[in-house]
């Protein structure tokens, strides 16, 4: 079946825009991992949903920082005012529950530049 | 809070050489841990995992055993291919976080033919 699916796959942006980046999950996965991977270094995990529950932002760096998820389908990560700092690799996972260890299935990313 | 640390890349094998990358972890309680793999042009994929105390687990001939008494969770691989480069990170998860991942910063691995 299908894998989980993100856009765009690059952006490139100036210092101070919006951007907004689009995760569709794996259809029946009720969590929802949003994690950033910065040149040369490791993945930080930044907010997940799990269901209709409130979703665990404790991972965002800043109140630039934000997502949405509408239900169990598609989510949105929106980063205000971006930073040259901001420029990573947003990857977005999906699991069927986060109850026992399911395994995490990733998108390929969204490369962020700003400029 | 948890943290993982392995060992720095990048890794330079000759092929059929045996791999060892380092993996160590912090964390209260009794986390899952994970090996994850990302080769180039790819997406990020799980290798394989383990999610208690003497556990190993294994795929595509990689093998990682949870050590507890040492927090170590090291992958091997008796005889590594040029087409397992890529970058492998270890991960940990708990179940009271909502099983959100905390990665090691990746070892890169390249295999010579």
């Known amino acids: 079946g299908a894998g989980v699916s993100q856009s765009p796959s690059n952006k490139v942006t100036e210092k101070g825009k919006d951007v907004e980046l689009r995760c569709d999950p794996i259809?029946?996965?009720?969590?929802l991992y949003w994690y950033r991977q910065r040149l040369g270094q490791g993945l930080e995990f930044l907010i997940y949903?799990?269901?209709?529950?409130?979703?665990?932002k404790s991972g965002l760096p800043s109140d630039r920082f934000s997502a949405e998820r509408t239900g169990e389908s598609v989510s949105t990560l929106t980063i205000q005012r971006t930073q040259q700092e901001d420029s990573a690799v947003y990857l977005c996972a999906s699991s069927p529950r986060t109850g026992g260890q399911e395994t995490q299935y990733f998108g390929p990313g969204t490369r962020l530049l700003v400029l | 809070g948890d943290s993982v640390t392995q060992m720095e890349g990048p890794v330079t094998l000759s092929e059929e050489a045996f791999l060892t990358i380092n993996c160590t972890y912090t964390a209260t309680g009794y986390p899952s841990l994970f090996w994850y793999v990302q080769y180039p042009g790819e997406g990020l994929q799980l290798l394989l995992k383990a999610t208690k105390a003497d556990d190993k687990g294994s795929n595509k001939g990689f093998e990682a055993t949870y050590r507890k008494e040492t927090t170590s969770f090291h992958l091997e691989k008796g005889s590594v291919q040029v087409s397992d480069s890529a970058v492998y990170f270890c991960a940990l998860s708990r179940p009271e976080y909502g099983n959100k991942l905390v990665f090691g910063a990746g070892t890169i691995l390249r295999v010579k033919s």
């Open positions: 259809s029946g996965h009720t969590a």
């Open positions: 949903f799990q269901g209709n529950s409130a979703p665990d």
